[in-house]
């Protein structure tokens, strides 16, 4: 009986002691972000199944989006470190840019591509020696966008398999975090509100580590300023600016961004500079245009370097939002984007 026992509380024990590491691999880390320092990056919002399943006159879409082109594009941006591209369709998620066979059987192959488009893209950018970024929305499945019917097969399935629907659209996360591992250097965790549990976040943060333990990540919780760790789990900050809906992104308010992170790079959830281990590294994710998506082209190229180097300058971490054109960044924007690299070039190393 004795041995039963000591053998009972030793496995507990080591059960204990895995799900501490468990956690504690999950928690912030300073090395995940230090390649993140003094660099500067874009994000273009690629297209998924949604762009010929809903909009079938839409000129490009996941299944023929000319990859060649886009990377003519990277190429002449010889300073930026990374590309944030989406798994998910923007802040709606529901459809997407690689396969999944099986959700697909569950939930219907229109909201998935034939093409893995997310996979060609990342190979390319990772050959260039460029970080990827993934953006996802944990909305997963969207109730507000997708239909009724598609709704309650995604319901019965959570049923079927006792999952809520967090837990279910961390099972997503996962899939991908596996599929592409090395591929994915980091991740910018949409939605995640205050109604959020900390499991809910430690649940995300799991995921989407599974295929890459070093990937960095970042939840967005609140917008402007202070800019602030939106979790034990994020390794760099959101960074989301004021709201576009009451000023465009290159309103004035949104300089106390830079200014926090030239106060000090690494910043805590209360939005204090904080150099301690396990805090974030101050970064600014911000549309190019009057929306994430599209709008005026009105960013000033003077103020956009001049917050960009500034960043740079402070060991923080800058990522530019530029609507898509076709199969690559909006002129206007990729003119600008341009003008920025040129004045960059003398601060940090080519990265190709």
């Not at 799900?19 to 998924?48: C, D, K, M, Y």
Request: net charge positive.
């Amino acid at each position: 009986m004795k041995n039963k026992l000591l053998f009972r509380f030793g496995m507990m024990a080591l059960v204990c002691a895995a799900t501490a590491f468990v956690s504690a691999q999950q928690e912030a880390r300073h090395a995940r972000a230090n390649p993140f320092q003094g660099t500067w990056g874009v994000r273009i919002l690629a297209p998924t199944a949604y762009d010929k399943s809903k909009t079938p006159a839409a000129a490009v879409n996941a299944e023929n989006f000319d990859i060649d082109f886009f990377m003519s594009q990277v190429d002449r941006l010889t300073t930026i470190n990374h590309v944030m591209i989406n798994i998910g369709r923007g802040h709606q998620a529901s459809w997407y840019s690689s396969p999944y066979p099986e959700m697909a059987a569950i939930m219907g192959d229109d909201l998935f591509p034939q093409r893995d488009f997310f996979g060609e893209l990342a190979t390319a950018l990772k050959a260039r020696g460029i970080k990827v970024l993934v953006y996802f929305s944990v909305t997963g499945m969207d109730a507000g966008y997708l239909a009724p019917a598609q709704m309650k097969k995604w319901k019965a399935y959570l049923t079927s398999e006792g999952l809520t629907h967090n837990e279910g659209v961390a099972k997503i996360m996962e899939y991908y975090s596996l599929k592409f591992g090395g591929l994915i250097d980091g991740w910018w965790i949409d939605r995640v509100s205050s109604r959020f549990t900390d499991d809910d976040r430690k649940r995300f943060a799991t995921a989407v580590r599974a295929g890459n333990p070093k990937a960095v990540v970042a939840m967005h919780k609140k917008v402007g300023c202070p800019m602030i760790q939106g979790s034990p789990y994020c390794d760099y900050t959101a960074g989301h600016p004021v709201p576009m809906k009451t000023q465009p992104p290159w309103t004035l308010a949104n300089v106390k961004m830079v200014e926090n992170i030239e106060a000090g790079p690494w910043i805590n959830q209360s939005g204090m500079p904080d150099a301690s281990e396990g805090t974030a590294l101050g970064a600014i994710f911000m549309p190019f245009q009057a929306m994430w998506r599209d709008g005026a082209a009105d960013f000033p190229t003077d103020q956009a370097t001049e917050w960009t180097t500034r960043v740079i300058e402070a060991g923080g971490m800058y990522t530019w939002a530029v609507a898509r054109e076709g199969s690559g960044f909006a002129t206007p924007q990729f003119k600008q984007l341009v003008e920025i690299n040129a004045a960059i070039k003398g601060m940090v190393k080519d990265v190709k």
